[in-house]
Nanobody, 119 residues
Framework: QVQLVESGGGLVQPGGSLRLSCAASGFTFSTFTMSWYRQAPGKERELVALITPAAVPSNYAGSVKGRFTISRDNAKNTIFLQMNSLKPEDTAVYYC????????????WGQGTQVTVSS
């Protein structure tokens, strides 16, 4: 059974930091491209950043470049999103995604974790 379980969200003041984690199971994690998406109220879900199976980060959203860092630990089947200098506009539900197009398309989502940036 495929599972993506996000954790680390919460309430933080502007300028603060949070580190999100996504623990994966039920598939061959090391062969999947992993991503963080977010969805704010009334807005479409958007890609925050992705990381290749070889742990190369890519496709950071312009609004988070220089502030957020995506990483992965293939030994622990986990990805991370380090978020620094948080702004109120970063408030959203953050989702973990796993994608592979090898042999067949596989696309999995976590349940999401709420991040609220407010004073």
């Amino acid at each position: 059974q495929v599972q993506l379980v996000e954790s680390g969200g919460g309430l933080v003041q502007p300028g603060g930091s949070l580190r999100l984690s996504c623990a994966a199971s039920g598939f061959t994690f090391s062969t999947f491209t992993m991503s963080w998406y977010r969805q704010a109220p009334g807005k479409e879900r958007e890609l925050v950043a992705l990381i290749t199976p070889a742990a190369v980060p890519s496709n950071y959203a312009g609004s988070v470049k220089g502030r957020f860092t995506i990483s992965r630990d293939n030994a622990k089947n986990t990805i991370f999103l380090q978020m620094n200098s948080l702004k109120p506009e970063d408030t959203a539900v953050y989702y973990c995604n796993a994608f592979s197009g090898y042999l067949k398309v596989s696309n999995y989502w976590g349940q999401g974790t709420q991040v609220t940036v407010s004073s």
